[in-house]
């Protein structure tokens, strides 16, 4: 699905929807403050499940995900926009320009090599 994903939408983008259901598990885990054991528990789903999704592994259908969601006392919205093709645009140049794109990378890597999650 990937592949069919990418050519419509770009890499970027496809790799973004690939890893949505994990991102949106972990983020909504952390903002309660719960671990893994703690939403496979609310979601009477094995601790393996949760982490799964959450690594990418596994892909839940979107009823899956809701009831993991609502489990732990959060809602997932969604809503439909014309779509963003601003990630696909620069998919393509950086096709264009390999060299370019690989030195803003490493540029980008080592700034937030410099970066912390909290203020020291």
């Known amino acids: 699905m990937l592949e069919g994903l990418e050519r419509v939408a770009g890499p970027t983008t496809a790799r973004d929807i690939e890893s949505l259901a994990g991102n949106l598990l972990r983020r909504a885990r952390k903002a309660r403050g719960l671990d893994l054991s703690e939403v496979a528990a609310a979601a009477q789903v ?3 499940t949760v982490a799964a999704i959450e690594d990418g592994e596994v892909q839940p259908s979107l009823p899956e995900l809701l009831l993991i969601l609502i489990s732990i006392g959060k809602e997932l919205r969604i809503r439909i926009e014309d779509f963003d093709d601003h990630d696909k645009v620069l998919d393509e140049r950086a096709a264009r320009f ?18 912390t999650e909290e203020p020291r």
């Open 98 to 115: 390999p060299e370019r794109q690989r030195a803003m990378e490493e540029h980008r890597d080592r700034l937030l090599d410099n970066v």
């Open 46 to 48: 094995p601790v393996e």
